[in-house]
């Protein structure tokens, strides 16, 4: 079974069957952000669109947006249908590790101090002509956490039409008349 015989029903659920979410994702890419669509002229009749999702975004929220977009364009261009040709997820995972900040050193700290040892009739021992380290006695740092960050990107080049869609083809009026979830 290809990909694109899975990846049809999944997307159509996706795309009609969401509900309505918040609108502040769906957005062109820009300078500052590389989160948002971007499209390219493919043909006459045919364009490739990509949306990239920010790190809250999840998968099938950037499908929908990606869809989204293509059903504009269709619409814009004067065609009533779309057909996907190629279509692909990618998603990039991360681990961010936070992990405590180390114990404040003051300068006098920081700087070379002279430290014995000794030995005496009970053992060896060290001296420290000004005492211990201020952190010697500090609790033990929280451990390190970490987290995985996924960020996904759906592309799709499309071809589009008028008139009445062949079997798989979305229905650009019905996507865009959804609000952007």
Request: glycine residues 6%; negative net charge; aromatic residues 8%.
């Amino acid at each position: 079974m290809s990909s694109k015989s899975i990846l049809l029903p999944i997307l159509t659920i996706a795309v009609l069957g969401a509900p309505a979410c918040t609108t502040a994702g769906y957005r062109p890419q820009s300078e500052r952000s590389a989160a948002g669509y971007s499209e390219t002229r493919t043909g006459e009749a045919s364009w490739s669109v990509e949306y990239v999702g920010a790190s809250a975004d999840s998968r099938e929220t950037v499908e929908r947006y990606m869809l989204r977009r293509a059903a504009e364009i269709t619409l814009e261009n004067g065609y009533d249908w779309f057909l996907p040709v190629r279509q692909d997820v990618t998603e990039q995972n991360e681990i961010v590790v936070e992990a405590p900040p180390p114990p404040r050193v003051s300068s006098a700290e920081a700087v070379w101090r002279p430290r014995w040892r000794r030995r005496s009739m009970f053992g060896w021992s060290d001296w420290d002509p000004r005492g211990p380290a201020p952190h010697a006695n500090a609790a033990e740092p929280e451990a390190q956490q970490s987290r995985v960050v996924n960020q996904f990107a759906a592309t799709a080049d499309f071809t589009m039409g008028r008139g009445e869609a062949p079997a798989h083809a979305f229905d650009a009026r019905a996507i865009s008349a959804r609000p952007p979830s």
